[in-house]
């Protein structure tokens, strides 16, 4: 969020301020050419933390860059410019300088500034001294610093040195005090404008006023933790759930109750150290201590007369008088100011239990905006590295910088018998070197007797006057009797009126559901030249991660066991054939075929294509090293982990077979892959995070193309088939140009293009199903493709076959792997991987690259019937066979031809098809032990035939089925109890109020406590609350008031044996002499 002016409450007067160091020279440049003068650039900001410093200077960086007017803002923290080499702290500090001049004008903010240029002394370190010298030397040196305004913040002041502190380095200071009632309402506002509904006047004014204490970030989290305060008690059941339900946040509203619930939690940034002590009077004391408070506040408003400051800018806004040009009228302002305060003291005494602290509180609750310094016992013995001496020092020093402001001792007394003689002949020549006119206030709180009282002490502190002394007594008839007040209304208030937290009822919370998950954020669409700098970055890539496989795929070649597979080519080759329109094969059903059929297509749990023995169930990969070698050189694996998915896939193999040496070979290959892959990913994990992005990216494509053809189809019109680097799933020749593809060879030529355009064989189809599979990335190994790998990675000669990496020349000049030595593989190729191919995805997408155009179709060289099939296809080939959808991924078996359809097939090998009364030829024969690699449609299928069969066979016989069970009647004489019992509360006694015994109550408490101090009359009143908080629940509220005196009593026995009252005051003795005359 950018920060302005607008977001900073209550520091109005920084702001005029800071906008005249920076704005005015800027805008007006012409008022200082005038007067020839330079203005202010250099501030320093101080005060409590939380108090809004950073705020500003982030505020200032983005208000002064207006209108076309670029101010440079650097920013630094104290740390920053430090280094441990000598003299590079001093170098980076002059760097900064000299860019902050050639970028003129410019602010330069230091943050914590007190870490960079502390006081410098001999028990500092050389280090810091030479730092300091040199921002000393920047800031106001023999060099002009130019258009360049130098911000310092802080909450310790006294920490930096005493140097920077003047002007010309830091011409002003700004003090950032914590906020007053009208800057707090002004923050308040400031956090809670954008909330809906608003946050009513009247609760952000109570909220200015309990808030004293609180700075600017206290507030902004006060308003934070409201917030979700409000969230918890609107929806409660969003802490329960770990999805994300469906809410409404317009009905989230924000009361009072949750703002009180975050003061509770809250503890002030200024209270976590040491308490401030500035709160007004308790609601339940403030009839006691409101007449007294009264007459102080009256007492100092004479003591310490205080009139508001304004600045140059305010006072502008009022008409100036015709002799105003001169000194007289301002400095006979000052003259009254100045005379009218002559060493300004005020000492709280009385007996133990005054309210002397209550009083003293709220004192300082109303001095609020004056600077308060506590000479307190905790303040001087706190800091153990320094002397109580030191500490009085430093605090007299911080007075005297900031008037008018008080000096606060609590426990005067105790005070001085603690501290020792040194402290005090320090604090007492201190507190004389004040000039008398000065706006510095002494007060002091003393609690104990006269006799334990110094009046020596007191005479030379408070013995100026007589309105410097102010004894407190005990409070008198009338505040006594609004103090009991309270528990008399409490008495006379029915049960129904107090709260009742043990047995509030339980909130029944709605159900909410459950969210439907996002939908994924729109990618911004790439440019060409993006798009094309993206794969050459992927290409790249890819390369690197081959040079770091290329090693360990050396090593696995030595193995030579597994140079071919675990399945002999001649046992799968029917197979293939059977998909081989150019090859005729048999269109019985595989049970009536005498072909010898071992093996048959399957896929594991993943979906990648393998073969299933038929006689005992095992699957195969048959997977090779040969196929493994030339995917890494095609660009197959996008990743590390890719690869040893195909090892443990030989693997898997390898363990099918039980062939104890091949297992034994396979998990020492496994081993030593899987600890050099995890050297290479340790070693260069920035590598393997890009590749990571690459496998994604290609996914993003395949999914893309795989739609955009959809809709090409569903539009009848040709599909635009997106260039991919992979070929998943296709076994005839083809050319891809996709963005990570290695080693690719165009067709510029005409044999090229012959190559590229001529049908598949029987013999290249397995040659290419082998040897091609380049599933997941780079170019097929076909008949143009080999070629193509040949020319630039590799070597395919007639020694061990092995491939090689791009230093190795061609020598072979031959377009396919016939004449390898590895031999032809039977490797079937799979249509899903690690690499997400877009084959698999256009498969399960109901996707072709052909399209039925009309009755008669014919099919393309290469081409497959189920290629054509849509949701009307018709297609008719040469041996009369309807292609289906749902075979359109399994083995494809041709009928006899010209079947009639108006004959009943002979359905007795499938008698799961033979229906009472559904006489449907069906024409295409599935081999019902080939397992279907969408069990989806399966179930689909299944379900329509059985809802077909029933509607057909079993409907009109139907009958509506009476119920199992006979519910009974539930008798409505119960329901409607229960209804009564939850609307109706249960009856409870009358009530029972003797007006004449409460108010007999009132005034035997208001009497009998005459004399009684302030703490001791806090004391009955706690006990008598908690006995009104236990009797909460009586109707009889005459008892309680006779229980109430009952504790009175108990209560005033025990306090006579423990303590000390007070006589009886003579009000008190009129107003009994009264009663019992009358």
Same mark, same amino acid.
């Given at each position: 969020?950018?920060?302005n002016?607008d977001?900073?409450?209550?520091?109005?007067?920084?702001?005029?301020?800071?906008?005249?160091?920076?704005?005015?020279?800027?805008?007006?440049?012409e008022?200082?050419?005038?007067f020839?003068?330079?203005?202010?650039?250099?501030?320093?900001?101080?005060?409590?933390?939380?108090?809004?410093?950073?705020l500003m200077?982030?505020a200032?960086?983005?208000?002064?860059?207006?209108?076309g007017?670029?101010?440079?803002f650097?920013?630094?923290?104290?740390?920053?410019?430090?280094?441990?080499?000598?003299?590079?702290a001093?170098?980076?500090?002059?760097?900064?300088?000299?860019e902050?001049?050639?970028?003129?004008?410019?602010i330069i903010?230091f943050?914590?500034i007190? @870490?960079? $240029?502390?006081?410098?002394?001999?028990?500092?370190e050389?280090?810091?001294a030479?730092?300091?010298?040199?921002?000393?030397?920047?800031?106001?040196?023999?060099d002009?610093? @130019?258009?360049?305004?130098?911000?310092?913040?802080t909450?310790?002041?006294?920490?930096?040195?005493? $140097?920077?502190?003047?002007?010309?380095?830091?011409d002003?200071?700004?003090?950032f005090?914590l906020?007053?009632?009208?800057?707090?309402?002004a923050?308040?506002?400031?956090?809670?404008?954008?909330?809906?509904?608003?946050?009513?006047n009247?609760i952000?004014?109570?909220?200015?006023d309990m808030?004293?204490?609180?700075?600017?970030?206290d507030?902004?989290?006060?308003?934070?933790?409201?917030?979700i305060?409000?969230?918890?008690?609107?929806?409660?059941?969003?802490?329960?759930?770990d999805?994300?339900?469906?809410?409404?946040p317009k009905?989230?509203?924000?009361?009072?109750?949750?703002?009180?619930l975050?003061?509770?939690k809250?503890?002030?940034s200024?209270?976590?150290?040491?308490?401030?002590?500035?709160?007004?009077l308790?609601?339940n004391?403030?009839?006691?201590?409101?007449?007294?408070?009264s007459?102080?506040k009256?007492?100092?408003?004479g003591?310490?007369?205080?009139?508001?400051?304004l600045?140059?800018?305010?006072?502008?806004?009022?008409e100036?008088?015709d002799?105003?040009?001169?000194?007289?009228?301002?400095?006979?302002l000052?003259e009254?100011?100045?005379?009218?305060v002559f060493?300004?003291r005020?000492?709280?005494?009385?007996?133990?239990?005054?309210?002397?602290?209550?009083?003293?509180?709220?004192?300082?609750?109303?001095?609020e905006?004056?600077?308060?310094q506590?000479?307190?016992l905790?303040?001087?013995?706190?800091?153990?590295?320094r002397?109580p001496?030191?500490?009085?020092?430093?605090l007299?020093t911080?007075?005297?910088?900031?008037?008018?402001s008080?000096?606060y001792?609590?426990?005067?007394?105790?005070?001085?018998?603690?501290?020792?003689p040194?402290?005090i002949?320090?604090? +007492?020549?201190l507190l004389?070197?004040?000039?008398?006119?000065?706006?510095v206030?002494?007060?002091?709180?003393?609690?104990?007797?006269?006799?334990?009282?110094?009046e020596?002490?007191?005479?030379?502190?408070?013995g100026f006057?007589?309105?410097?002394?102010?004894d407190?007594?005990?409070?008198?008839?009338?505040?006594?009797?609004e103090?009991?007040?309270?528990?008399i209304?409490f008495?006379? #208030?029915?049960p129904?009126g107090?709260?009742?937290?043990?047995?509030?009822?339980?909130r029944?919370?709605?159900?909410?559901?459950?969210?439907?998950?996002?939908?994924?954020?729109?990618e911004?669409?790439?440019?060409?030249?993006?798009?094309?700098?993206?794969?050459?970055?992927?290409?790249?890539?890819l390369?690197?991660?081959?040079?770091?496989?290329?090693?360990?795929?050396d090593?696995?070649?030595r193995y030579?066991?597994?140079?071919?597979g675990?399945?002999?080519?001649?046992?799968?080759?029917?197979?293939w054939?059977?998909?081989?329109?150019?090859?005729v094969?048999?269109?019985?059903?595989?049970d009536?075929?005498d072909?010898?059929?071992?093996?048959?297509?399957?896929?594991?749990?993943?979906g990648?294509?393998?073969?299933r023995?038929?006689a005992?169930g095992?699957?195969?990969?048959?997977?090779?090293?040969?196929?493994?070698?030339?995917?890494?050189?095609n660009?197959?694996?996008?990743?590390?982990?890719?690869f040893?998915?195909?090892?443990?896939?030989?693997?898997?193999?390898?363990?099918?077979?039980g062939d104890?040496?091949?297992?034994l070979?396979?998990s020492e290959?496994l081993t030593?892959?899987?600890?050099?892959?995890?050297g290479?990913?340790?070693?260069?994990?920035?590598?393997?995070?890009?590749?990571?992005?690459?496998?994604?990216?290609?996914?993003?494509?395949e999914r893309?193309?795989?739609?955009?053809?959809?809709?090409?189809q569903?539009?009848?019109a040709?599909?635009?088939?997106?260039?991919?680097?992979?070929?998943?799933?296709?076994?005839?020749?083809?050319?891809?140009?996709?963005?990570v593809?290695?080693?690719?060879?165009?067709?510029?030529?005409?044999?090229?293009?012959?190559?590229?355009s001529?049908?598949?064989?029987?013999?290249?189809?397995?040659?290419?199903?082998?040897?091609?599979?380049?599933?997941?990335?780079?170019s097929?190994?076909?008949?143009?493709g080999?070629h193509?790998?040949? $020319?630039?990675n590799g070597?395919?000669?007639?020694?061990?076959?092995d491939i090689?990496?791009?230093?190795?020349?061609?020598?072979?000049?031959?377009?396919d792997t016939?004449?390898?030595?590895?031999?032809?593989?039977a490797q079937?190729?799979?249509?899903y991987?690690h690499t997400a191919?877009?084959?698999?995805?256009?498969?399960?997408?109901?996707?072709?690259?052909?399209?039925?155009?009309g009755?008669?179709?014919?099919?393309?060289?290469g081409?497959?019937p189920?290629d054509?099939?849509?949701?009307?296809?018709?297609?008719?080939?040469?041996?009369d066979?309807k292609?289906?959808?749902?075979?359109?991924?399994q083995?494809?078996?041709?009928?006899?031809?010209?079947?009639?359809?108006?004959?009943y097939?002979?359905?007795?090998?499938y008698?799961?098809?033979?229906?009472?009364?559904d006489?449907l030829?069906?024409?295409?024969?599935?081999?019902?032990?080939?397992?279907?690699?969408?069990?989806?449609?399966s179930?689909?299928?299944?379900?329509?035939t059985?809802?077909?069969?029933?509607?057909? @066979?079993?409907q009109?016989?139907?009958k509506?089925?009476?119920?199992l069970?006979d519910a009974?009647?539930?008798?409505?004489?119960?329901?409607?109890?229960?209804?009564?019992?939850?609307?109706?509360?249960?009856?409870?006694?009358?009530?029972?109020?003797?007006l004449?015994?409460?108010?007999?109550l009132h005034t035997?408490? #208001?009497?009998?406590?005459?004399?009684?101090?302030?703490?001791?009359?806090?004391?009955i009143?706690?006990?008598?609350?908690?006995?009104v908080?236990? +009797?909460?629940?009586?109707?009889?509220?005459?008892?309680?008031?006779?229980?109430?005196?009952?504790?009175?009593?108990?209560?005033?026995e025990?306090?006579?044996?423990?303590?000390?009252?007070?006589p009886?005051?003579?009000?008190?003795?009129?107003?009994?002499?009264?009663?019992?005359f009358?």
């Amino acid at each position: 969020m950018n920060v302005n002016f607008d977001h900073v409450g209550g520091l109005q007067g920084h702001i005029d301020q800071l906008k005249e160091m920076v704005s005015l020279p800027l805008l007006y440049p012409e008022i200082f050419q005038r007067f020839k003068i330079t203005p202010p650039r250099g501030v320093l900001f101080h005060g409590p933390p939380g108090t809004g410093k950073t705020l500003m200077a982030r505020a200032l960086a983005n208000s002064v860059s207006s209108e076309g007017r670029k101010v440079t803002f650097y920013m630094r923290k104290g740390a920053d410019a430090l280094s441990k080499w000598v003299g590079e702290a001093e170098r980076q500090l002059r760097l900064l300088f000299e860019e902050a001049r050639r970028n003129q004008p410019s602010i330069i903010f230091f943050d914590e500034i007190d @870490g960079l $240029a502390p006081v410098r002394s001999s028990k500092q370190e050389q280090i810091h001294a030479s730092i300091v010298s040199t921002l000393l030397a920047l800031m106001d040196g023999m060099d002009g610093r @130019g258009q360049v305004v130098v911000i310092g913040a802080t909450n310790r002041p006294d920490s930096v040195d005493p $140097a920077l502190r003047r002007p010309g380095r830091f011409d002003r200071e700004f003090y950032f005090s914590l906020p007053n009632i009208e800057a707090r309402r002004a923050i308040l506002d400031i956090h809670t404008k954008e909330w809906d509904p608003p946050l009513p006047n009247n609760i952000k004014d109570e909220l200015a006023d309990m808030t004293k204490g609180y700075g600017g970030a206290d507030l902004r989290a006060l308003c934070t933790e409201a917030a979700i305060n409000a969230v918890q008690r609107r929806y409660p059941q969003i802490y329960k759930s770990d999805q994300k339900l469906v809410i409404d946040p317009k009905t989230i509203d924000v009361a009072p109750k949750d703002f009180m619930l975050a003061i509770k939690k809250m503890v002030p940034s200024s209270e976590r150290s040491t308490s401030s002590g500035a709160t007004a009077l308790p609601p339940n004391i403030e009839p006691l201590l409101r007449h007294p408070l009264s007459e102080i506040k009256s007492l100092l408003s004479g003591i310490l007369p205080q009139r508001k400051k304004l600045t140059a800018l305010e006072e502008a806004q009022y008409e100036e008088p015709d002799d105003g040009a001169g000194f007289s009228r301002e400095l006979l302002l000052q003259e009254f100011d100045r005379s009218r305060v002559f060493r300004p003291r005020l000492l709280l005494r009385g007996p133990h239990g005054m309210g002397q602290q209550y009083l003293a509180a709220a004192l300082l609750h109303v001095f609020e905006g004056l600077h308060v310094q506590a000479f307190d016992l905790p303040t001087l013995l706190s800091d153990s590295t320094r002397s109580p001496e030191a500490a009085v020092i430093q605090l007299f020093t911080e007075v005297k910088r900031h008037k008018p402001s008080v000096i606060y001792i609590p426990n005067i007394q105790l005070w001085f018998q603690t501290v020792g003689p040194a402290v005090i002949s320090t604090f +007492m020549g201190l507190l004389r070197s004040v000039p008398p006119s000065d706006p510095v206030l002494l007060l002091g709180i003393l609690e104990s007797q006269d006799e334990e009282v110094d009046e020596g002490l007191l005479k030379n502190m408070f013995g100026f006057s007589k309105k410097n002394l102010y004894d407190l007594s005990a409070p008198n008839h009338d505040a006594r009797r609004e103090f009991f007040g309270k528990i008399i209304e409490f008495v006379k #208030t029915p049960p129904k009126g107090f709260p009742n937290p043990e047995n509030r009822k339980l909130r029944q919370l709605e159900q909410l559901e459950v969210a439907p998950p996002p939908p994924p954020k729109p990618e911004a669409e790439l440019t060409k030249e993006e798009i094309k700098a993206q794969r050459k970055k992927d290409y790249i890539s890819l390369n690197l991660l081959k040079t770091r496989i290329q090693p360990i795929m050396d090593q696995v070649k030595r193995y030579k066991r597994f140079r071919t597979g675990v399945i002999d080519e001649s046992q799968i080759r029917y197979l293939w054939e059977e998909e081989n329109p150019n090859i005729v094969t048999s269109d019985l059903p595989p049970d009536q075929q005498d072909t010898y059929r071992p093996y048959e297509k399957a896929y594991d749990k993943h979906g990648v294509l393998g073969l299933r023995e038929t006689a005992t169930g095992k699957f195969y990969y048959n997977l090779e090293i040969v196929t493994i070698e030339k995917r890494l050189a095609n660009g197959y694996y996008k990743r590390a982990v890719d690869f040893v998915a195909d090892i443990k896939r030989m693997v898997k193999d390898a363990r099918q077979t039980g062939d104890p040496e091949r297992i034994l070979r396979s998990s020492e290959l496994l081993t030593n892959v899987e600890v050099d892959i995890a050297g290479v990913m340790v070693a260069e994990p920035a590598l393997m995070a890009e590749c990571e992005q690459v496998y994604l990216r290609e996914m993003a494509r395949e999914r893309e193309a795989a739609e955009r053809e959809k809709r090409a189809q569903v539009e009848n019109a040709a599909p635009i088939s997106e260039p991919t680097n992979v070929l998943h799933d296709n076994t005839e020749s083809s050319l891809s140009n996709g963005p990570v593809q290695h080693s690719e060879v165009f067709p510029d030529n005409e044999d090229n293009r012959k190559a590229a355009s001529r049908p598949v064989t029987p013999t290249s189809q397995f040659k290419s199903f082998r040897n091609g599979d380049n599933h997941g990335g780079g170019s097929d190994l076909n008949e143009f493709g080999s070629h193509a790998v040949g $020319a630039s990675n590799g070597t395919h000669g007639h020694g061990d076959g092995d491939i090689f990496m791009s230093n190795s020349e061609d020598h072979s000049g031959s377009k396919d792997t016939q004449g390898s030595s590895f031999g032809p593989s039977a490797q079937p190729k799979p249509p899903y991987s690690h690499t997400a191919p877009s084959q698999q995805i256009r498969r399960e997408s109901g996707l072709s690259s052909f399209s039925q155009r009309g009755p008669m179709t014919p099919m393309a060289p290469g081409s497959q019937p189920a290629d054509y099939t849509n949701e009307a296809s018709t297609t008719q080939t040469t041996s009369d066979k309807k292609s289906s959808e749902h075979l359109s991924n399994q083995n494809y078996h041709t009928q006899s031809p010209h079947v009639s359809r108006t004959e009943y097939p002979d359905l007795t090998p499938y008698p799961d098809r033979v229906s009472q009364e559904d006489h449907l030829p069906d024409t295409q024969q599935n081999d019902s032990s080939q397992p279907s690699p969408h069990p989806r449609d399966s179930l689909l299928s299944n379900a329509d035939t059985q809802e077909n069969s029933g509607l057909n @066979g079993s409907q009109s016989q139907s009958k509506p089925q009476p119920p199992l069970f006979d519910a009974p009647n539930m008798p409505a004489t119960n329901a409607s109890a229960n209804l009564q019992s939850i609307l109706n509360e249960e009856p409870h006694e009358p009530f029972v109020l003797d007006l004449e015994v409460v108010e007999r109550l009132h005034t035997q408490l #208001t009497l009998s406590t005459s004399g009684f101090s302030v703490e001791q009359l806090e004391q009955i009143n706690t006990n008598l609350m908690d006995y009104v908080w236990h +009797m909460r629940g009586e109707w009889n509220r005459t008892r309680v008031a006779d229980g109430l005196g009952k504790t009175y009593n108990a209560v005033l026995e025990d306090m006579q044996e423990m303590q000390e009252i007070g006589p009886i005051s003579q009000q008190t003795k009129d107003i009994l002499a009264n009663l019992s005359f009358q």
